[in-house]
């Protein structure tokens, strides 16, 4: 499981401005939003770099 839908909430961003920056469909960064994919731990990385947040900051860890 993952936080990238809090993050994104916390910092008003929209999943479609997200897509973008990473070079992937809205369908697979709303996979990742919604906790249907989990996005590798590359691409997490990249997402944290993008919303510039630490990538520990993207984790579930309950």
Known sequence: MNRI???LEEK?????WLAEKLGKS???VNGYVQNRAQ???E???EIAKILN??????????
């Open 5 to 7: 839908k809090e993050v």
């Open 12 to 16: 008003g961003i929209k999943q479609v």
């Open 26 to 28: 809205f369908n697979t």
């Open 39 to 41: 996005p590798s731990l």
């Open 43 to 45: 691409v997490l990385y």
């Open 53 to 62: 947040v630490d990538p520990k900051e993207l984790l579930d860890t309950k």
